[in-house]
T-cell receptor
């Protein structure tokens, strides 16, 4: 079955380190999104991509970057991790060309702790 | 800027009760509205998607309605069960037909046996 996976599921890192969170989907969806979820803020959009070589900034993009070299993957990089980036990160994908247009499918999340 | 509000933030009901979760949004020019379910420690699962041309959508014991003019949606859960305990989130596009979503903070539902 098609799915969307994230790795690692849990990560502890130190302030200042570079961290990359992986997202892989097997639906062949064009659209991919990264969100962070924090108590009191809900889900907020970090970056998104509408296809290969396309990347866009979301609501809370400072300190994060993404790249899209193929359809299946959208890795999220924290250039220099900060304690404020401790959060749960979710990747999602969608494809408006499908019958259930606009439905977003979410990965299981990565819990990141920055010490 | 689109904003989504969900009331109440938490709800506890006895098993078997019918209940309504509320979602309101500030910009009524939306293309669709989605309801999601999130179990603790898990990702989000899409429950229902209502297109702007529709008034409601049903899936089993779930019924979602959409009133664009008033900026409101409700999720009705019939004959609630302990397995319905989860956080329910609604989401609308940032603007118009955008695929980017703005989420409410969710309603945490507890159904007590």
């Amino acid at each position: 079955d098609a799915e969307i996976t994230q790795s690692p599921r849990h990560k502890i890192t130190e302030t200042g380190r570079q961290v990359t969170l992986a997202c892989h989907q097997t639906w062949n969806h064009n659209n991919m999104f990264w969100y962070r979820q924090d108590l009191g803020h809900g889900l907020r959009l970090i970056h998104y991509s509408y296809g290969v070589q396309d990347t866009n900034k979301g609501e809370v993009s400072d300190g994060y970057s993404v790249s899209r070299s193929n359809t299946e993957d959208l890795p999220l990089t924290l250039e220099s991790a900060a304690s404020s980036q401790t959060s749960v990160y979710f990747c999602a994908s969608s494809d408006p060309g499908l019958a259930d247009t606009d439905t977003q499918y979410f990965g299981p999340g990565t819990r990141l702790t920055v010490l | 800027k689109q904003e989504v509000t969900q009331i109440p933030a938490a709800l506890s009901v006895p098993e078997g009760e019918n209940l309504v979760l509320n979602c309101s949004f500030t910009d009524s020019a939306i293309y669709n509205l989605q309801w999601f379910r999130q179990d603790p420690g898990k990702g989000l699962t899409s429950l229902l998607l209502i297109q702007s041309s529709q008034r409601e959508q049903t899936s089993g014991r779930l019924n979602a309605s959409l009133d664009k003019s008033s900026g409101r949606s409700t999720l009705y859960i019939a004959a609630s069960q302990p397995g319905d305990s989860a956080t329910y989130l609604c989401a609308v596009p940032y603007q118009g037909g955008s695929e980017k979503l703005v989420f409410g903070k969710g309603t945490k539902l507890t159904v007590n046996p």
